[in-house]
């Protein structure tokens, strides 16, 4: 019998879960380890990662998928791939990298390979702790799918989260969201020329971030699972804010989270996957690295959005009038300054 048969034999989990997501560098992979010292959960990391993870593909970035039936929710691919891995059906060697157990964290690394032929040796908890990367479009069709797995969606100024795309080159592409017309009916008619004619890489990083984060912000009305977190809030009193963000998620609270917050945050480790940073030069170091212009640029392009989280971004629009005093449900943190940390 082969590995993937093995798998499948499995029980599917459907106890306790949490889903954590956000757009690439928002800080999903320190809120997401942060989280993984719960007790009686296992974390499984970025399954739908194409990259590293059979059966993912690229184009779940921009895969739209409502929770209500329709053309949308036709990709039969997306769904058999991801209800194998929010059921625990998915366990590879990348995917069980920062949870492999107590086998394998005993053993090197390349013994790992031997969990994806005979899974029971992963020795996992019941509860599922499930960081997604390509997701983010497809989170209301999971929510409906599998709601009994709270949502941690994390939000970061789109200048802070840029710079790092840059440093890194990498390129947003709006325009890829164009191909979904059930996407542009429901959240981005308004949008569809400035998604399509963004052209600089500060204009397209304005588009992408307010695309995708106001389809996530206005489906929360629905999906009173979600919870939506700013970064920023979260780097002001690292030790603090997760362990409030513990209680809304009815976590407990462990000695091995605390100490890990706390461990991480110090600064001296620049590679860009590191964890180890100090929190409270995270959020404002992008002022350093971006022109006025540049700035500009980006706030131009997300301010449409009309997202109610940095003020700065909102110009005269209607939201910010609210932004000091909104109380959306599953927003937590408050709207925070372009890389405020005081209060």
């Known amino acids: 019998m082969d590995g993937e048969s093995m798998v499948d034999l499995l029980p599917k989990s459907r106890g306790p879960g949490v889903i954590v997501a956000g757009v690439a560098r928002s800080g999903t992979s320190w809120v997401a380890k942060g989280l993984s010292f719960a ?27 409502p929770a209500a039936p ?14 194998r891995a929010l059921t625990g059906r998915l366990a590879t060697a990348f995917v069980m990298r920062e949870d492999p157990g107590p086998l394998f964290a005993r053993l090197d690394p390349r013994w790992r390979i031997l969990g994806e032929k005979i899974p029971l040796l992963w020795f996992r908890r019941p509860g599922r702790l499930v960081k997604l990367v390509r997701s983010n479009l497809a989170l209301d069709w999971l929510a409906a799918r599998f709601p009994e797995m709270r949502q941690v969606y994390v939000i970061r100024h789109p200048c802070g989260q840029y710079a790092s795309w840059r440093r890194l080159g990498w390129t947003p592409h709006p325009e890829r969201l164009l191909a979904s017309p059930e996407l542009i009916r429901h959240h981005l008619a308004p949008h569809v020329e ?22 996530v912000y206005r489906q929360l009305h629905r999906c009173p699972q979600r919870f939506i977190v700013q970064y920023e809030w979260l780097c002001q009193d690292p030790n603090a804010r997760f362990r409030e963000l513990y209680r809304l998620l009815g976590l407990e ?91």
């Open 70 to 83: 329709g053309p949308a929710t036709n990709d039969l691919g997306y769904r058999a791939h991801m209800e």
């Open 253 to 343: 609270w462990t000695a091995g989270a605390d100490a890990f917050l706390t461990h991480a945050n110090q600064g001296g480790d620049e590679h860009p996957y590191s964890l180890l940073r100090d929190a409270a030069q995270r959020p404002g170091r992008w002022k350093q690295e971006l022109t006025e212009a540049e700035v500009r640029e980006c706030r131009l392009a997300a301010a449409p959005f009309d997202l109610p989280y940095y003020p700065d971004l909102q110009g005269d629009s209607p939201t910010a009038a609210r932004a000091t005093s909104i109380q959306a449900p599953g927003i937590l943190g408050g709207p925070i300054r372009d890389g405020d940390t005081n209060g």
């Open 194 to 215: 400035r998604l399509r004619t963004a052209s600089s890489f500060w204009e397209r990083a304005g588009a992408w971030w307010g695309a995708i984060n106001s389809v």
């Open 39 to 65: 007790k009686g959960y296992t974390y499984y990391r970025e399954p739908d990662n194409f990259d590293y993870v059979p059966g993912a593909r690229e184009g779940f970035d921009w895969l739209y998928l």
